[in-house]
């Protein structure tokens, strides 16, 4: 490991020492890409000269000791010495994370796909709200939202919503959240007072490019139909929403939210591409989904993930055991502390893997 940290800490001065040349300076695209890296490395090379550092304290802090006679010292230099020890293995774990395969999409942007599932309306009602806590959640972030398609009720809820979340590192954050989201509550319908169950199906997938997905439009038929949603006074005047349905596998998006049939062509396309890279992924990464579903959860959209307790005013996380009493909030779009607690979750397993097999 620390072979592998002192050649990071070499690259990173060599690249600082690169971005001064005029030849580098000259070149916009080469001048990115290594700042792009050398940004990469940086958290790393901090954390290698914390642990470097703490390793110094501790040997000067012993040698002191050694030579130290006066008592009220040597308690001073005792308590340092012990404080840099317990402080060394916790910077060690640091690093050890920071080492950890990188995921190549964190950076991406994504799709997302709310279904509402068992319980009706009050399904459709839990599944507008999910939607609102992901849009709430990309606006902390100041990432951008944009409705692809959707079909309401006119009680405010949702049967499904699909959309992007734009923004830099989308998907490291927002990718464990794929899966069956359960609510308990009592439906504003329900007359009895009654606790209701009722579930709605999330599935994050990451935006891909064209290139990493075979994708043969002679393999799709595609119709137009009439816009229902909101868009500007065009929407029931012309077929501008897109259907699109992929005959090898039976997969059809649907995309009526932009206001030309172009655009809304385009993103269906993209929405279709997202999922064959996920259907693709899912069997190229057997070993990988079997890890994830020891730690966060498979992904899969039939796995049941978290449950929303309103008359306890309790979230529960199943696959990490996390409960949290602030329903609202996190319903208001703070994610934090459990998007926090799933990745800890995740790289703590990764390490585990690792260290089995000894490396």
Same mark, same amino acid.
């Given at each position: 490991?620390?072979?592998?940290?002192?050649?990071?800490?070499?690259?990173?001065?060599?690249?600082?020492?690169?971005?001064?040349?005029?030849?580098?300076?000259?070149?916009?695209?080469?001048?990115?890409?290594?700042?792009?890296?050398? $940004?990469?490395?940086?958290?790393?090379?901090?954390? =290698?000269?914390? =642990?470097?550092?703490?390793?110094?304290?501790? +040997?000067? +802090?012993?040698?002191?000791?050694?030579?130290?006679?006066?008592?009220?010292?040597?308690?001073?230099? !005792?308590?340092?010495?012990?404080?840099?020890?317990?402080?060394?293995?916790?910077?060690?774990?640091?690093?050890?994370?920071?080492?950890?395969?990188?995921?190549?999409?964190?950076?991406? +942007?994504?799709?997302?796909?709310?279904?509402?599932?068992?319980? /009706?309306?009050?399904?459709?009602?839990?599944?507008?709200?999910?939607?609102?806590?992901?849009?709430?959640?990309?606006?902390?972030?100041?990432? !951008?939202?944009?409705?692809?398609?959707?079909?309401?009720? /006119?009680?405010? /809820?949702?049967?499904?919503?699909?959309?992007?979340?734009?923004?830099?590192?989308?998907?490291?954050?927002?990718? =464990?959240?794929?899966?069956?989201?359960?609510?308990?509550?009592?439906?504003?319908?329900?007359?009895?007072?009654?606790?209701?169950?009722?579930?709605?199906?999330?599935?994050?997938?990451?935006?891909?490019?064209?290139?990493?997905?075979?994708? #043969?439009?002679?393999?799709?038929?595609?119709?137009?139909?009439? $816009? +229902?949603?909101?868009?500007?006074?065009?929407?029931?005047?012309?077929?501008?929403?897109?259907?699109?349905?992929?005959?090898?596998?039976?997969?059809?998006?649907?995309?009526? *939210?932009?206001?030309?049939?172009?655009?809304?062509?385009?993103?269906?396309?993209?929405?279709?591409?997202?999922?064959?890279?996920?259907?693709?992924?899912? !069997?190229?990464?057997?070993?990988?989904?079997?890890?994830? !579903?020891?730690?966060?959860?498979?992904?899969?959209?039939?796995?049941? &993930?978290?449950?929303? *307790?309103?008359?306890?005013?309790?979230?529960? #996380?199943?696959?990490?055991?996390?409960?949290?009493?602030?329903? #609202?909030?996190?319903?208001?779009?703070?994610?934090?502390? &459990?998007?926090?607690?799933?990745?800890?979750?995740?790289?703590?397993?990764?390490?585990?893997?690792?260290?089995?097999?000894?490396?």
């Amino acid at each position: 490991m620390f072979e592998r940290l002192d050649a990071m800490v070499r690259r990173y001065e060599d690249i600082g020492r690169e971005v001064q040349e005029p030849q580098v300076l000259a070149d916009p695209e080469r001048y990115a890409r290594l700042m792009k890296e050398q $940004s990469a490395l940086a958290p790393i090379t901090d954390a =290698y000269a914390r =642990y470097q550092t703490c390793k110094k304290d501790i +040997s000067d +802090s012993e040698e002191l000791l050694g030579a130290e006679s006066d008592e009220e010292m040597r308690e001073m230099l !005792k308590g340092e010495l012990a404080a840099a020890k317990e402080k060394l293995p916790q910077l060690e774990q640091e690093l050890k994370i920071l080492l950890l395969p990188r995921d190549e999409k964190d950076d991406r +942007s994504v799709i997302v796909e709310i279904r509402a599932g068992t319980g /009706g309306d009050e399904a459709a009602l839990f599944a507008a709200e999910l939607y609102r806590m992901y849009a709430r959640y990309a606006e902390r972030q100041r990432w !951008k939202v944009e409705i692809l398609d959707s079909e309401e009720i /006119g009680i405010g /809820g949702m049967k499904n919503v699909s959309f992007t979340i734009r923004g830099q590192g989308a998907w490291s954050k927002l990718k =464990y959240e794929s899966g069956v989201h359960r609510v308990q509550r009592v439906p504003v319908t329900e007359s009895g007072g009654r606790i209701h169950t009722s579930a709605a199906s999330v599935a994050i997938m990451p935006e891909v490019d064209d290139v990493e997905v075979h994708l #043969d439009p002679n393999d799709c038929d595609i119709d137009t139909y009439r $816009s +229902s949603g909101a868009g500007g006074q065009h929407i029931n005047k012309t077929s501008s929403a897109i259907r699109i349905t992929h005959r090898p596998t039976g997969l059809v998006v649907t995309c009526q *939210n932009q206001r030309s049939q172009l655009q809304n062509k385009e993103e269906a396309f993209r929405v279709l591409r997202a999922r064959l890279y996920e259907i693709e992924q899912e !069997k190229q990464t057997s070993e990988e989904a079997a890890l994830r !579903k020891s730690q966060v959860g498979s992904g899969d959209r039939s796995e049941k &993930i978290r449950t929303y *307790n309103f008359p306890q005013g309790r979230i529960t #996380d199943h696959r990490i055991k996390l409960t949290l009493y602030k329903i #609202d909030q996190v319903l208001d779009g703070d994610l934090d502390e &459990i998007i926090d607690a799933l990745t800890t979750a995740d790289q703590a397993a990764k390490l585990a893997k690792l260290e089995e097999k000894g490396i």
